[in-house]
């Protein structure tokens, strides 16, 4: 399980950003400062809201703030959706 995990995060790195919007928990664990429980927080914030609008509701997620944003803007992404 976790050489497919490792196998899914460097995947996900070499191709480019991650959709906080469409990504599993091992997706999301492949952005830099990510670990299971903050993937787990990303997972139940979209299960309550359906989606992000954009990447700064991140903020609105315990565990992330403007330097996680700062340090991360190029690694993620929010596909559209509708609220």
């Known amino acids: 399980m976790k050489l497919l995990s490792l196998l899914i995060i460097g995947t996900v790195l070499s191709f480019g950003a991650v959709d906080i919007n ?3 928990k091992a997706e999301l664990m492949g952005i830099k400062g990510v670990g299971e429980a903050k993937a787990n927080a990303i997972l139940e914030y979209r299960k309550a809201n359906d989606c992000f609008s954009n990447i700064e509701e991140l ?3 315990k565990g992330f703030g403007d330097k996680f944003l700062e340090n991360n803007r190029d690694a993620i992404t929010a596909s559209s959706c509708s609220k």
């Open 59 to 61: 903020k609105e997620v």
């Open 22 to 24: 469409k990504a599993d």
